[in-house]
């Protein structure tokens, strides 16, 4: 099963509006959770590090006023895009580092701004 | 910035055919390189991880290969089969440990016909 769960795995919304992804950590504790957004026939792409307690470190090119990151718990880390519009569907993935070289990715959200 | 390359973008083989994929990346000073798999509409999964001091690591019919100097790295499949269908996804840990943030390529799709 599933060690790293994304919720909503699908998600209209109408522009202009703001949607919550969760991504949590089953069954172990994530100090680091890792958010990517991928294009259509692109690379999925790191937008933010997410660390348990702290802010968020965003790469470069990425508002961190528009992709509300909140990592409040070892389990649980969300992205929220407000004030979403069209240019904003994607799929946005998250992953979960446990220690060293194990991470898991989530399963992923679709988001669809109308 | 650093940039990973897979090719070909697309790969259609017969059942039971053995087949290679690539991917190059333009930095060598690498940490890790990882092949993950990607179902439609689904997250990803980890295939194998490659340290930089590895130049190769096995899992039943996956193989993976690691050359730093000449920043390239293979996958093979033995014996592929229609399960086998779906986008491999190489990864490269340019941030070293501790960091774990990765850099996609845009992945190779496969089919195998049955």
């Known amino acids: 099963g599933a060690v790293v769960s994304q919720h909503p795995s699908r998600v209209i919304c109408k522009s202009g509006t703001s949607v919550k992804i969760e991504c949590r950590s089953l069954?172990?504790?994530?100090?680091?959770m890792f958010w990517y957004r991928q294009f259509p026939k692109q690379s999925l792409m790191l937008m933010a590090t997410?660390?348990?307690?702290?802010?968020?470190?965003?790469e470069q090119g990425v508002e961190k006023d528009k992709f509300l990151i909140n990592h409040a718990s070892l389990t649980l880390s969300t992205l929220t895009v407000t004030s979403a519009h069209p240019e904003d569907s994607s799929f946005y993935i998250c992953s979960a580092r446990i220690s060293g070289n194990t991470i898991y990715f989530g399963e992923g959200s679709w988001l669809t701004v109308v | 910035k650093q940039e990973v390359t897979q090719i070909p973008a697309a790969l259609s083989v017969p059942e039971g055919e053995n087949l290679v994929l690539n991917c190059s990346f333009t930095?060598?000073?690498?940490?890790?390189l990882q092949w993950f798999r990607q179902d439609p509409g689904k997250g990803l999964t980890s295939l194998l991880l490659?340290?930089?001091?590895?130049r190769e690591q096995t899992s039943g019919r996956l193989n993976a290969s690691l050359d730093k100097s000449s920043g390239r790295s293979t996958l093979y499949i033995a014996a592929s089969q229609p399960g086998d269908s779906a986008t491999y996804l190489c990864?490269?840990?340019?941030?070293?440990?501790?960091?774990?943030?990765?850099?996609f390529g845009k992945g190779t799709k496969l089919s195998v016909i049955p």
């Open positions: 490659i340290q930089s001091s590895q």
């Open positions: 069954d172990f504790q994530a100090t680091t």
């Open positions: 990864a490269v840990n340019y941030s070293g440990a501790g960091s774990y943030q990765l850099t």
């Open positions: 997410s660390n348990e307690g702290s802010k968020a470190t965003y």
């Open positions: 930095d060598s000073a690498i940490y890790n």
